[in-house]
Structures are given as C-alpha cells and as structure tokens.
C-alpha cells in the first residue's frame, strides 16, 4: 500500500513570495489534514478535510494560507505571501474514519513533510 | 480546551534498557483517544501505541507499553529493550474523536550503545 506522498521535500524562499506544497493521501482514505511542525515543538493542525469539504480550519492563516482538495483525493496547501514565521515543516496525513464527520478515532497516516525555510 | 504537556524535552537510555517517557493531559472529557506516535529523523511520524479511555486495560505493542492513569490525566510510554532504531522524536497526541488531534512538544529519545 502506497503511502501519503507530499512534494516537495524542501523549499527555500524569500519573504513574501508564495508557495504550493501538494499531498496525495493513501488511497480511500476520506479525511486529510494539514499541520504545522515548528522546530522544537509538536504538530499543529492547520486545516482537516473530509472528502472535499472542510472540517475544520480554525487555526489556519486565512490571510495568507489557504487549502484546496477540489476533487477529494489530493490537496494542495499555498501560502501567500510568506514571511519568516512560516519556516516549518508541513506535513500532509490522512485516515480512514469511521464515525461519521471526519471523527477520529484511529491512526493518522503522515507524509514525510515539506521542509519550508522563508529568508 | 485540550492539552498535551510532555516535561521531558529530551531522555536517554541505554540499549536493551528499559525507559519512560511522560505525558500529561487536560481534559474534561470523560471518552477520548490518546496516541504514542515516533518521528524519526527526516522520516515521517508513525504510529508506535494507542489508548482508549473507556479500556481499562493498558495497551501493548510488542516492546511498546503504556501507563495510563485516566483520573491523574497521565499517559506514559514504556519501551523495553531499547534499540539504537527506536531514536526518535515521541510525540503524546489527544483527541476526544471530534475535536483535531492535539500533539505535545515532544521528548528526544537517544539511544546509547
């Protein structure tokens, strides 16, 4: 079984330019999430979905960060523009629930992360 | 709302040793999740262990144990017979089932041969 894929690996960008991280979850898994890895501390969710619809974005930078899953396979998370801040890794999971609206009672599948370094 | 403390920023043991990585929750939730997942270096996070709260019982994954004290609002991990694989990140992770999964900080774990 394939796992979550995310590209890039890793980005180096100035500040104040935009950037696209993509993920492709495991196959037949409904609900896809986005989270924030600062150094040295814990993920932190930025925007769960299940199927194509958005469970919850409530932490997410709606200024200047936003998240597609149009058909609700893949995703895509951008940022626009960029500042120091936003230096992390993003990382891509997704699950398989099956209780209903995305709760979650299971395991969480990651990708390896997209490496993000804003100068 | 939720919490996730993980007092322990870094730990070491021994390979073939035994050690305890704390984790400590705040909830008012009487059924929820709790999770032990491993992030490798440069590798992505996987799953080591996971606990129900309405089970009594501690969950084991083969060298992988927990302590789960649900009225102290502890959650620990145990690993037996520590292997130089078993370096990682070990993040503590919550969820009540419809709230986001909520992570510690995380302990470094080194193993020493």
């Known amino acids: 079984e394939a796992g979550v894929a995310q590209s890039p690996r890793y980005k180096i960008i100035e500040k104040r330019q935009s950037v696209a991280f993509w993920c492709n979850p495991i196959s037949g898994h409904a609900t896809l999430y986005w989270y924030q890895q600062i150094l040295g501390q814990g993920p932190k969710l930025l925007i769960q979905?299940?199927?194509?619809?958005?469970?919850?974005d409530s932490q997410l930078p709606k200024d200047r960060f936003s998240a597609e899953r149009l058909k609700g396979v893949d995703s895509t998370l951008k940022i626009q523009p960029a500042k120091l801040e936003d230096s992390a890794v993003y990382l891509c999971?997704?699950?398989?629930?099956?209780?209903?609206?995305?709760?979650?009672?299971?395991?969480?599948?990651f990708g390896e992360g997209s490496r993000l370094t804003v100068l | 709302a939720q919490t996730v403390t993980q007092s322990q920023p870094e730990m070491s043991v021994q390979e073939a040793e035994t050690v305890t990585l704390s984790c400590t929750y705040d909830t008012s939730e009487s059924d929820y999740y709790l999770f032990w997942y491993k992030q490798p270096p440069s590798r992505q996070m996987i799953l080591v262990i996971r606990q129900e709260a309405y089970k009594q019982q501690n969950a084991t994954e083969n060298r992988f144990s927990v302590n789960f004290q649900k009225a102290a609002k502890s959650f620990s991990l145990k690993i037996s017979d520590s292997q130089l694989g078993d370096a990682a990140m070990y993040f503590c992770?919550?969820?009540?089932?419809?709230?986001?999964?909520?992570f510690g900080k995380g302990t470094r774990l080194s193993v020493i041969a």
């Open positions: 992770a919550y969820t009540s089932g419809n709230t986001p999964l909520v």
């Open positions: 999971a997704s699950s398989s629930n099956t209780l209903g609206r995305g709760l979650l009672t299971g395991e969480l599948f």
């Open positions: 979905f299940q199927n194509n619809g958005v469970v919850d």
